[in-house]
């Protein structure tokens, strides 16, 4: 019984987190509790895998302005540290692919602002990109 109550239990960010688990964390982002999305977002902000930037992306859509905020809080902490990595090319591509495929208006808005840290010398960190607009 022990093991159905763990398997329906919301995941956890933080465990997830210690586990440096970042494909549960990125399921995480589609899960049905706004908190569990908005704290997987600050999560994925504090650890900056790079292979979490589509699925970010993708989350630039959810419904509440909280997550939206916080997975642009997300994106810029990946980007900022991914700019100047071997890692940077993907990312980079990835955010293209996004502002040339999607038509919402928020996602693309907030892609446009982090694509010019690829540009930033080395050390600058950008304003903090901000998320008031909704879809």
């Known amino acids: 019984m022990e093991f159905l109550r763990e398997l329906f239990r ?3 960010p933080q465990k997830l987190k210690k586990l ?3 494909r549960g964390l ?3 982002l589609h899960y049905m509790d706004v908190g569990v999305r908005t704290e997987t977002a600050n999560v994925l902000a504090e650890m900056r895998p790079a292979e979490a930037v589509p699925e970010l992306i993708v989350a630039l859509k959810d419904p509440d302005e909280r997550v939206r905020t916080a ?3 997300a994106l810029q902490e990946i ?3 991914h700019k ?3 890692q940077r090319d993907q990312v980079q591509q990835w955010l293209l692919e996004a502002l040339q495929a999607q038509t919402n208006d928020y996602l693309r808005q907030t892609v446009s602002e982090l694509l010019p840290i690829f540009d930033m010398p ?3 960190r950008p304003t ?3 998320g008031s607009q909704g879809d």
């Open 71 to 73: 997975v642009a809080h």
């Open 26 to 28: 990125i399921n995480a």
């Open 79 to 81: 980007v900022t540290l």
């Open 122 to 124: 080395a050390g600058t």
């Open 128 to 130: 903090e990109v901000e």
């Open 84 to 86: 100047d990595t071997p």
């Open 20 to 22: 440096e688990d970042v």
């Open 10 to 12: 919301p995941p956890d």
